[in-house]
Each structure stands twice: as structure tokens, then as C-alpha cells.
Antibody
Framework: EVQLVQSGAEVKKPGESLKISCKGS????????IGWVRQMPGKGLEWMGI????????RYSPSFQGQVTISADKSISTAYLQWSSLKASDTAMYYC????????????WGQGTLVTVSS | DIQMTQSPSSLSASVGDRVTITCQAS??????LNWYQQKPGKAPKLLIY???NLETGVPSRFSGSGSGTDFTFTISSLQPEDIATYYC??????????FGQGTKLEIK
């Protein structure tokens, strides 16, 4: 069974750093892209970026380029989304999702990680 | 950048009704258009990919059509469990993926 399991909710202060994770199982982790999607409270879905764990090829939405870093450790089938200095406006639910190679949709999603940034 | 216009933003319908949601792209995106369902407190779920292909396990009352710039998502007979927010999502060069604004579907 394909699963993407994300790390738990986080509460942070502005200026702090954070790295959240997404662990894939039930499939070949290095043969699919993993994307990240933000959903701010009460709002819609925003695509942030995507990584191919097989060779770490990474693409970012222009809206998120320079604001976050996406990485992956294929030895433990885990992708990451990290911030070096959080802002209150980073408060949101973050989802990881799997994209098949040479396809352009997300077929499996993680359960989401809620990040709250507040002083 | 390609802009996606999804309408309506909200919709109220009765059980058994036929429901239609549209998504319009600002440029030709061929058939690179997908539809997702998101229930409250849950992750999105893929329903339709490449404009008209039903994802495995998704009920046949859901369908999609269109190509180029105009796309339609249809529920042929609304069921109570279909209450959710629906999003279209397109693929293009950059920013690679864009989601529509969402359509919140409620039971009348």
C-alpha cells in the first residue's frame, strides 16, 4: 500500500528554523517526484515545489523560490521542506504528494503537517 | 504565468442533482488539467487526471471533459458524501502547477 506519512504539527516563533518531513512507503521512492503544497487557513491550495529523489532534481514555484528549501534522503525514503527563518505568514497546513514520472498530477497525498508560527 | 479561473466559488445543490464546475486557463494547456476533491480536515484526493481520465477507485458519477483552455467537471448525481471543496490543477512550464481557487459544494 502506497503511503506518505508526514511529521507532526509544529508550533514555532518568528525567526526560528524548521524542517518537516514526508516518508514514503509501499513504492519505489526514487522513481516518483514528491511535491509540496501549502494551504493557508481557510484558503486554497498553492504548489510550492517538487523534487525527484532519484537524482535530487528540484524545481520551485517562483512564489516560493528562496523562501523554502526542498530536499530528500533516498536512503530513508524521506523528503523534506525547510525554512531558515519562519514568519507568521508561514502559518499553514503543508502537504506532500507523489507525482508519477512523466505524469502531471498528484496521485497520493500525505496527511498534512500543520505549522503554526506565533510569538 | 498561466492563470486558472475556476467557477463558481460556491455551489448549493440537492441530492441527485447534476453538478458542473468549470475551469478556464489563460493559455492553451492541452489536456494537462486535473481535478481534486478535498473534504474538511482531509488531504486532497485525485479524482480526474489529464482532463477526462477517472482515477482508479473513483465512482463513475464523476467525470471531466475539455481541452485547450476550457474544462468541465461533472457529478452526474450528487450524493451526500460528495460534500467537499473541488479544485482544478493545471500543468505548464512555469510555475509548473497552478490550482484553481476552489469550489465549495454544499447540499441544499
Amino acid at each position: 500500500e502506497v503511503q506518505l506519512v508526514q511529521s507532526g504539527a509544529e508550533v514555532k516563533k518568528p525567526g526560528e528554523s524548521l524542517k518537516i518531513s514526508c516518508k514514503g512507503s509501499g513504492y519505489s521512492f526514487t522513481s516518483y517526484w514528491i511535491g509540496w503544497v501549502r494551504q493557508m487557513p481557510g484558503k486554497g491550495l498553492e504548489w510550492m515545489g517538487i523534487i525527484y529523489p532519484g537524482d535530487s532534481d528540484t524545481r520551485y514555484s517562483p512564489s516560493f523560490q528562496g523562501q523554502v528549501t526542498i530536499s530528500a534522503d533516498k536512503s530513508i525514503s524521506t523528503a523534506y521542506l525547510q525554512w531558515s527563518s519562519l514568519k507568521a505568514s508561514d502559518t499553514a497546513m503543508y502537504y506532500c504528494a507523489r507525482q508519477p514520472l512523466e505524469q502531471y498530477y498528484f496521485d497520493y497525498w500525505g496527511q498534512g503537517t500543520l505549522v503554526t508560527v506565533s510569538s | 504565468d498561466i492563470q486558472m479561473t475556476q467557477s463558481p466559488s460556491s455551489l448549493s445543490a440537492s441530492v441527485g442533482d447534476r453538478v458542473t464546475i468549470t475551469c478556464q486557463a489563460s493559455q492553451d494547456i492541452s489536456n494537462y488539467l486535473n481535478w481534486y476533491q478535498q473534504k474538511p480536515g482531509k488531504a486532497p484526493k485525485l479524482l480526474i487526471y489529464d482532463a477526462s481520465n477517472l482515477e482508479t477507485g473513483v465512482p463513475s458519477r464523476f467525470s471531466g471533459s475539455g481541452s485547450g483552455t476550457d474544462f468541465t467537471f461533472t457529478i452526474s448525481s450528487l450524493q451526500p458524501e460528495d460534500i467537499a471543496t473541488y479544485y482544478c490543477q493545471q500543468y505548464d512550464n512555469l510555475p509548473l502547477y497552478t490550482f484553481g481557487q476552489g469550489t465549495k459544494l454544499e447540499i441544499k
